[in-house]
């Protein structure tokens, strides 16, 4: 029997999609994909405040649901008061087409950031 493979994510945190007992007859959790660190990637201003001590929370529009509007958007609002650094990614999809008056000051958005491991034992 052919192995079907997937990665785990938080249910709590997960948008509406049909259950992967549904979709396939083995899951298997084989970790994160982990690429290497990009070769041009100029780090944002606020690069510095992942250092920080206070939780960093990371959302990203994923490629089944990409509506940043249902996604992002309420991730914001909902964390707008914690004493969290809130980084979110569009996926590419322009800034200016969030609906929000202002960006939450515990928030940092950007189209794309890289999403790699530097740590030697990944």
Sequence with gaps: MARARTLCWSKGLSVPVKPLHLQCRVVEFIGPLLSDP????????????????????????????????ELIVPT??????????????????????????????????EQFIPHYSNRSDS
């Excluded at 405040?49 to 509506?67: E, F, K, L, N, R």
């Design 38 to 69: 990009p070769s041009e990637f100029t780090p944002p201003s606020w690069w510095g405040d992942i250092q920080a001590s206070q939780p960093v929370i990371h959302v990203t529009q994923g490629t089944v649901a990409t509506g940043i509007n």
């Design 76 to 109: 914001l609002r909902a964390l707008d008061q914690e004493d969290v650094l809130v980084i979110a990614t569009t996926g590419g999809k322009p800034l200016d087409t969030l609906k929000l008056d202002s960006i939450p000051t515990n928030a940092r958005v």
